[in-house]
């Protein structure tokens, strides 16, 4: 079947298996490998992408299912050489772990703060419960949220760079 996606902005037209999941059409037809398969069963949540302004996991969806969407990559989420806060916030809170869960994670943040930019910690840990992380390192991300958000409401994050509250 051939599809028609806008990947990152980019408008792509391939031909694709009906039973292609939206996770292998990204990495295998696009080459955009940011997006990670973790469970195949999306419990992990490493492979979550945002589609039409939701975060969706891309293991559960099928790439026929993407027709005629817009479909946004971790590698779509920064400004060229600019940092999404999300990200800058990954990088200055220690959200990164070992990284196999970040790009999920980022893509989550992102989702939650279009919706919310002033969202509470449990709010924070609600919009990512359905990412996990295997370092169990999510404080650190919950921190690394709260930093995206206050930088996207153009206020000064809480902490020291190198802060790790307990």
């Known amino acids: 079947m051939e599809v028609g996606i806008s990947v990152n902005g980019t408008d792509y037209r391939s031909d694709v298996e009906p039973r292609t999941l939206l996770v292998h059409f990204l990495r295998d037809q696009l080459g955009l490998t940011g997006t990670h398969v973790g ?3 999306g419990y992990c949540g490493a492979c ?3 589609v039409d302004g939701r975060a969706v996991k891309s293991c559960t969806m099928f790439a026929v299912q993407a027709d ?3 479909v946004r990559t971790v590698e779509g989420v920064a400004n060229g050489d600019e940092l999404h806060p999300v990200q800058e916030g990954f990088w200055e809170r220690h959200g990164l772990q070992c990284g196999f869960c970040t790009p999920g994670m980022i893509m989550s943040s992102v989702a939650l703060l279009e919706h919310n930019d002033n969202p509470t910690e ?3 840990r609600h919009g990512i419960e359905g990412n996990l992380c295997r370092c169990t390192g999510y404080h650190n991300i919950v921190r690394s949220v709260r930093y995206a958000s206050a930088k996207l409401r153009g206020e000064k994050p809480e ?3 190198g802060e790790v509250a307990p």
Request: contains cysteine; aromatic residues 0%; charged residues 20%.
């Open 122 to 124: 449990s709010e924070i």
């Open 159 to 161: 902490g020291a760079s």
């Open 39 to 41: 469970c195949d069963t």
């Open 68 to 70: 005629g969407r817009s």
């Open 48 to 50: 979550t992408v945002i």
